[in-house]
């Protein structure tokens, strides 16, 4: 019964291919989000989406695309990988936004190599 | 200057010391305040979350907020080595923000037996 589930939990690519993410939540929240986490524990939204509408779209790369077909699923898309984008990248879902915390996924460890 | 700033630590304690976690911001936007808990290849859990100036307990964790000092705390009481995690504390702002969380660099804590 996991309430936000990423899959997969472990990528490993080479430069230059494209790849996805995939998340669904069924805690029934309207409010979904992507955060990147550097090697430095460093968490930062890229982007959040409120019933399937954008509403954040932080300064990434083009290279990124997410996708919300319904508001319990919210997809990143990779394109072009590169060595800079390995990371481990979090969804994550509220409520609303503002209310409440966030209930996070357990992360997708991406190594570009 | 980071919006966010947090000790990265690390932080050694006996089992059954008295914890302070804190973090500084800037950005007086800042009205909902969180702090994490993210074990090693986990993703974070929401231990607290405060709105307004002032302190709120939870079982062995007490977070304080003085709005007017940009400063947030978190004490644990009684630490156990089943608190042994990376503490992260996380804010949001008002106005168009919309759930976007600006997150502290993280404070890697070791409870020791």
């Known amino acids: 019964d996991t309430a936000v589930s990423q899959t997969p939990k472990y990528l490993v690519t080479q430069m230059g291919n494209d790849k996805s993410i995939k998340c669904e939540q069924n805690l029934g929240h309207d409010t979904m989000y992507w955060y990147k986490q550097d090697s430095k524990k460093f968490l930062k939204i890229m982007f959040s989406?409120?019933?399937?509408?954008?509403?954040i779209n932080e300064t990434v790369p083009n290279r990124f695309s997410p996708k919300s077909p319904d508001k319990a699923h919210l997809n990143l898309h990779i394109n072009s990988l590169e060595l800079g984008d390995s990371a481990v990248y979090f969804c994550?879902?509220?409520?609303?936004?503002?209310?409440?915390?966030?209930?996070f996924g357990s992360g997708t460890r991406l190594t570009v190599v | 200057q980071k919006e966010v700033e947090q000790d990265p630590g690390p932080l050694s304690v006996p089992e059954g010391a008295i914890v302070s976690l804190n973090c500084t911001y800037s950005?007086?936007?800042?009205?909902?305040f969180m702090w994490y808990r993210q074990y090693s290849r986990k993703g974070p859990e929401l231990l607290m979350y405060?709105?307004?100036?002032g302190n709120k307990e939870d079982g062995r964790f007490t977070a304080q907020v003085d709005k007017s000092s940009k400063y947030i705390s978190l004490f644990i009481r009684d630490s156990q080595p089943s608190d042994s995690a990376t503490y992260l504390c996380a804010m949001d702002g008002g106005g168009t923000s919309y759930g976007k969380l600006t997150f502290g660099q993280g404070t890697i804590l070791t409870v020791h037996p």
């Open positions: 950005n007086s936007a800042f009205q909902y």
């Open positions: 994550a879902s509220s409520p609303r936004a503002r209310v409440g915390g966030y209930t």
């Open positions: 405060t709105y307004s100036s």
């Open positions: 989406y409120n019933n399937k509408e954008l509403i």
